[in-house]
């Protein structure tokens, strides 16, 4: 489907930005993947920096090894116009968060993830 940024809804895209990191199985990760972010999508942390769908893909495959049995949980989104702000808490079950974050995200004319820029605390 194919949509403006703007009528994306802010709680739409932090959905999708949280669905690509819980999927496990690779061929539906990386359709989440194609879904929600642009072919040359950027996402920068602490940690990484990768560009594109292959790397990103590569990137997701990496921190669910290293964090098995976590969920990528998204609050607080906000939006203004093509950027969003989202609050990212990587987690487990009756577990403290491993991770805490915000990520500052640009959307694409149609609504993709044009890039992402996580803050991890």
């Given at each position: 489907m194919t949509h403006r940024s703007a009528d994306?809804?802010?709680?739409?895209?932090?959905?999708?930005?949280?669905?690509v990191w819980d999927e496990t199985e690779p061929a539906a990760r990386r359709a989440l993947i194609v879904e929600a972010?642009?072919?040359?999508?950027?996402?920068?942390?602490?940690?990484?920096?990768?560009?594109?769908?292959?790397?990103?893909?590569?990137?997701?495959?990496?921190?669910?090894?290293?964090?098995?049995?976590?969920?990528?949980?998204?609050?607080?989104?906000?939006?203004?116009?093509?950027?969003?702000?989202?609050a990212v808490r990587l987690t487990r079950p009756n577990s403290r968060a491993r991770l805490d974050g915000d990520g500052i995200v640009e959307l694409?004319?149609?609504?993709?993830?044009?890039?992402v820029y996580v803050f991890l605390s």
């Amino acid at each position: 489907m194919t949509h403006r940024s703007a009528d994306v809804l802010p709680a739409s895209a932090g959905a999708r930005y949280g669905a690509v990191w819980d999927e496990t199985e690779p061929a539906a990760r990386r359709a989440l993947i194609v879904e929600a972010f642009t072919e040359d999508a950027v996402y920068t942390d602490q940690f990484a920096s990768v560009v594109g769908h292959d790397e990103l893909d590569a990137l997701v495959a990496t921190v669910q090894a290293e964090f098995p049995d976590h969920t990528c949980v998204t609050a607080g989104v906000a939006g203004h116009q093509r950027l969003l702000r989202i609050a990212v808490r990587l987690t487990r079950p009756n577990s403290r968060a491993r991770l805490d974050g915000d990520g500052i995200v640009e959307l694409a004319d149609d609504g993709r993830i044009r890039s992402v820029y996580v803050f991890l605390s």
